[in-house]
């Protein structure tokens, strides 16, 4: 079946480092791929998001690109932030279906 | 835009008592999403609407758990009776679904504890 896997956490770096989130899929068909971001007390929110091969999804300085060939989808910032502290959730959505297929997550901690 | 909104925010109980929780989705959107979340279990989707059809209840634990959407601006997702066990934070969210990929919106939760 469909799943996601992401790297265990929690994650803890300190303030400007280089932050790499991996996330590895299986999927029966053709996924779109998400990051989610939950911050404490809050809701999931979108990150980024990308719909084909080789697109990159980008936003608040985050990154990730569909790799098809090692279905992957890592999440990398090149400086962290205290305020990037969140739990960090990677998702498969498979064409045609509405369910979306959620990892883990992935708790990110930034130390000032 | 007011995004996905859910009551009440916390919700304190006694085992054995019904408990009602309340979304209203993003205004235009046609699929609703119900889920659970712990720190044993995850993130669990429990039952989705589309048009406010009931599409997949799969993830509804048991018949304690009922939910409708009556109208496109409102679902309820209930327990009768409740269980300490259900002790969790439950999320409501909601998607334009045209066919292709899904991007859901969630409200910010309703945080239940059962005693």
């Known amino acids: 079946g469909d799943s996601v896997t992401q790297m265990e956490g929690p994650v803890t770096l300190s303030e400007e480092a280089f932050l790499t989130i991996n996330c590895t899929y299986t999927?029966?068909?053709?996924?779109?791929l998400f990051w989610y971001v939950q911050y404490p007390g809050e809701g999931l929110q979108l990150l980024l998001k990308?719909?084909?091969?080789?697109d990159k999804g980008s936003n608040k300085g985050f990154e990730a690109t569909y790799r098809k060939e090692t279905t992957s989808f890592h999440l990398e910032k090149g400086s962290v932030q205290v305020s990037d502290s969140a739990v960090y959730f990677c998702a498969l959505n498979i064409q045609g279906a509405q369910k979306l297929v959620f990892g883990q997550g992935t708790r990110l901690t930034i130390n000032p | 835009d007011a995004g996905v909104i859910q009551s009440p925010r916390h919700e304190v109980t006694e085992m054995g008592q019904e408990v009602t929780l309340r979304c209203k989705p993003i205004?235009?959107?046609?699929?609703l999403f119900w889920y659970r979340q712990t720190m044993m279990r995850g993130l669990e989707l429990l039952i989705y609407f589309n048009n406010n059809v009931p599409i997949d209840d799969s993830g509804m634990p048991e018949d304690r758990f009922s939910a409708k959407m009556p109208n496109a601006s409102f679902s309820t997702l209930k327990i009768q009776p409740s269980e300490p066990r259900d002790s969790a934070v439950y999320f409501c969210?909601?998607?334009?679904?045209?066919?292709?990929?899904?991007?859901?919106?969630f409200g910010p939760g309703t945080r239940l504890t059962v005693l």
């Open positions: 205004s235009g959107h046609n699929s």
């Open positions: 969210a909601s998607s334009l679904w045209r066919g292709t990929y899904n991007e859901q919106f």
């Open positions: 999927a029966t068909g053709y996924p779109s």
């Open positions: 990308a719909t084909k091969a080789d």
